[in-house]
């Protein structure tokens, strides 16, 4: 069974940061593209960043040179270092997991992961 969990949302003031942190199990991690999304209230679910498995990444525009992702495959671990943060990043951050390689053009849709974790909640205030 495939196990998505996210960790370390939480709510900071703009300019702060934040380091979100994934883990999953039951899937062979390493081989796979993995990527972040969030939604904010009234909102549709958005993509910040995907990763493939060898390392390339896209991000979204409006976290471009804000934002960091990074994954170890050891660990089965993904991460996204967020700096800078402003009120427009408030949302629900989730975690995800493709079951192949994704093409870069397609990182940030929602469609192409199959795993899903609950969520945790980012809050940035002004």
């Known amino acids: 069974q495939v196990q998505v969990v996210e960790s370390g949302g939480g709510s900071v003031q703009a300019g702060g940061s934040l380091r979100l942190s994934c883990s999953a199990s039951?899937?062979?991690?390493?081989?796979?593209?993995m990527g972040w999304f969030r939604q904010a209230p009234g909102k549709e679910r958005e993509g910040v960043v995907g990763?493939?498995?060898?390392?390339?990444?896209r991000y979204s525009d409006s976290v471009e040179d804000r934002f960091t992702v990074s994954r170890d495959n050891a660990k089965n671990s993904l991460y996204l270092e967020m700096n800078s943060l402003q009120p427009g990043d408030t949302g629900m951050y989730y975690c995800?997991?493709?079951?192949?390689?994704?093409?870069?053009?397609?990182?940030?849709?929602?469609?192409?992961?199959?795993?899903w974790g609950q969520g945790t909640q980012v809050t940035v205030s002004s």
């Open positions: 995800a997991a493709a079951n192949r390689h994704v093409i870069w053009y397609l990182l940030l849709s929602g469609n192409q992961y199959k795993h």
């Open positions: 039951g899937v062979t991690y390493s081989r796979y593209a």
């Open positions: 990763i493939n498995s060898d390392g390339s990444t």
